[in-house]
């Protein structure tokens, strides 16, 4: 049996307000292309199907043309929630789409029963919020690993009349794996952490939630996101786990065989850091501008129109950040740093802030001191007209 283990496609994500969607289209062909090309009978899906509960139309869209297209090259759909999807949502119809192919497991009471692909069964554990499901699952433990083991309980029992190979995908983290700025936190309700022993019963585990590909053991791994979704995943190697289970002989383990199918880069991510000249100037930097880029400046003072002018030669520059020298007097409170500070002049020191330490020219202060009149003026016509309608208000109620 040939699996296609991945995970956390975040359908619908958009990744520093550019949405993603195009990309995670280009993926989708990838899984047919790797589907036809390699023979897979199944791709499990390991949770965050969608990126959120109410997913658009056009994303909901894009998963059913994907699953389709699976299918209709021979392989098998097993799709588990994760703490991104919306479990009712994403397992409407359910039971009726198992016919065609798709497998969608979201609830608790499924856990335990297996999807059977041939001699493997696979068993697909929705993502498990402890305050929820300990009392469904009889866990005391109100934790995350308090109910995975609960949950893990019900595949051992039902495993326990089944010869073959067996398979569990869950959406957790367990300990050992790697984390990136980019996976939502899901300790509220319990703690986070779960040990991989945890899933020692079963021949193979097919993780979700942690975006980078990793193997926490031989057996226990996570496939990561098809495409980053943060800055910090610059140095990951997206892709999708392609697994061969074959049964053991004469009561011996089943043999597995992992390998790491890479999945198609749609644009890379570069970090950069320096100052604005030197970024604009430096030829190192040539890979960089057909990227999506994250700029950190180190100019003394915040250079004027620093965005627009690093898109000139980095187009795909999405974040920009500053990390320049600090102001000697910025361990200082707000308060005492305005105090007997004229409006204008707290106006004219957030100007000079936001940049560095480069403070208002003459005409900016001058468009500055308009401002502030401008705004003294309208505060003083909205009192006047306040006190005057209040005292209407009091004469009409014949308080004055």
Known sequence: MRLLHTSDWHLGRSFHRVGLLEAQAAFADHVVEVVRSEGVDAVLVSGD????????????????????????AGAEVVLSSGNHDSAIRLGFASEL??????????RTDSIGTPVLLGDVAVYPLPYLEPSAAADTLGSADRTHAGVLRAAMARVVA????????????????????????????????????????????????????????????????YSGSPVALSFSEADHRKGSWLVDLAPGRAGRPATVAVEHIEAPVFKPLARLRGTLEELLSDRRHRAAEGAWCEVTLTDAQRPRGAMERLRTRFPGCLSLRFDGPTPLDSARSYAARVRRRSDLDVCCDFLEHVRGGAGA?????????????ESARARAVHDDEGTAAESVARREQGVA
């Open 158 to 221: 039902d495993r326990a009349a089944r010869p073959g190979p067996a398979v569990v995908m869950a959406h957790a983290f367990v300990t050992g794996g790697a984390t990136s700025d980019s996976e939502r936190d899901i300790s509220v309700g319990g703690v986070s952490a779960v040990p991989p022993e945890v899933f020692g019963a079963v021949d193979y585990v097919a993780l979700g939630h942690l975006h980078g590909p990793q193997r926490v053991s031989e057996t226990v791994r």
């Open 97 to 106: 789409l198992a016919r065609a192919g798709l497998h969608i497991r979201t």
């Open 49 to 72: 199907v969608y990126d959120r509960a109410l997913p658009a139309p056009d994303t909901v869209a894009l998963l059913s043309e994907t699953v389709r297209r699976i299918v209709d």
């Open 361 to 373: 020219t003459d005409a900016e202060r001058d468009l500055l001191r308009l401002a502030v009149e």
